[in-house]
């Protein structure tokens, strides 16, 4: 417990972790201002807590992490899981990491597959359940995970792969998005919109097992029916 004072000692605010970015983009201007490229990584618009899809919200939590509302920022069944994979298979899976844990990895730390990376992933976010409430850490992760593409956050992953802000995500659009977050690459819609598919519905199969939908609300989602914004060029 004193290595998890120390690290809520030396966390940033949360108007701190709000404000810095991931990385930087690169916006190539015409002499009238207009922008002609943009290069590196992008971000949308910040969502509070109330402005985030109820939808988005739910498939989130749903497919990365169901006992979010109910773990200190580590879930012991989830750490079981992940140490035993370490031991039979020689390295660390994503799996067994909460939302709290992915968003220390994601904003302090590397994707080193490592003990000790794991290990100072579960103090800080032991230390950041502490000092943040459930929704604000919501906040945080679904603002700055990243998604794909160059996209960090729900608004700037589905102004690209959507072409609208994320208020007003569906219920399929949603589903796609948090697909997204095991493996941006491999579930990319822009890349394979077949595999993007294929996961949202493994998403929404989640969700309505979980009680969060129905399983008509699951059926009538249609994730392969969504439109997907053009590529620019």
Request: glycine content about 8%; hydrophobic content about 45%; overall charge positive.
């Given at each position: 417990?004193?290595?998890v004072?120390?690290?809520y000692?030396?966390?940033?605010?949360y108007a701190?972790l709000?404000?810095?970015?991931?990385?930087?983009?690169?916006?190539?201007?015409?002499?009238?201002g207009t922008?002609?490229?943009?290069?590196?990584?992008?971000?949308?618009?910040?969502?509070?807590?109330?402005?985030?899809?109820?939808?988005?919200?739910?498939?989130?939590?749903?497919?990365?992490?169901?006992?979010?509302?109910?773990?200190?920022?580590?879930?012991?069944?989830?750490?079981a899981r992940?140490?035993?994979?370490?031991?039979?298979?020689?390295?660390?899976?994503q799996?067994?990491?909460?939302?709290?844990?992915?968003?220390?990895r994601?904003?302090?730390?590397?994707?080193?597959?490592t003990?000790?990376?794991?290990?100072?992933?579960?103090?800080?976010?032991?230390a950041?359940?502490?000092?943040?409430s459930?929704?604000?850490?919501?906040?945080?992760?679904l603002?700055?995970?990243?998604?794909?593409?160059?996209a960090?956050?729900?608004?700037?992953?589905?102004?690209?792969?959507?072409?609208h802000?994320?208020?007003?995500?569906?219920?399929?659009?949603?589903?796609?998005?948090?697909?997204?977050?095991?493996?941006?690459?491999n579930?990319?819609?822009?890349?394979d919109?077949?595999?993007?598919?294929?996961?949202?519905?493994?998403?929404l199969?989640?969700?309505?097992?979980?009680?969060?939908?129905?399983?008509?609300?699951?059926?009538?989602?249609?994730?392969?029916?969504?439109?997907?914004?053009?590529?620019?060029?």
């Amino acid at each position: 417990m004193i290595a998890v004072a120390v690290a809520y000692s030396t966390l940033p605010s949360y108007a701190e972790l709000k404000s810095s970015p991931n990385g930087q983009m690169i916006r190539v201007r015409a002499a009238d201002g207009t922008i002609l490229v943009s290069m590196g990584p992008s971000y949308g618009q910040w969502l509070d807590y109330g402005q985030l899809p109820q939808t988005m919200k739910t498939a989130m939590v749903a497919v990365e992490d169901r006992r979010f509302r109910q773990h200190p920022g580590v879930d012991p069944l989830g750490i079981a899981r992940s140490f035993y994979v370490r031991a039979t298979k020689g390295r660390f899976t994503q799996g067994g990491s909460t939302i709290t844990q992915q968003l220390a990895r994601n904003v302090f730390l590397t994707n080193d597959r490592t003990w000790t990376r794991k290990l100072r992933e579960m103090i800080l976010a032991l230390a950041l359940e502490r000092k943040f409430s459930k929704d604000q850490i919501l906040e945080l992760y679904l603002n700055r995970v990243y998604f794909g593409g160059g996209a960090y956050g729900v608004d700037a992953a589905s102004r690209k792969f959507f072409g609208h802000a994320a208020n007003t995500l569906s219920l399929g659009e949603a589903a796609i998005i948090a697909g997204l977050v095991k493996a941006p690459s491999n579930y990319s819609p822009t890349a394979d919109a077949k595999a993007a598919v294929g996961r949202a519905k493994v998403v929404l199969q989640v969700m309505a097992a979980n009680g969060a939908i129905t399983a008509d609300e699951a059926a009538t989602a249609s994730p392969a029916r969504v439109k997907l914004a053009p590529e620019p060029r």
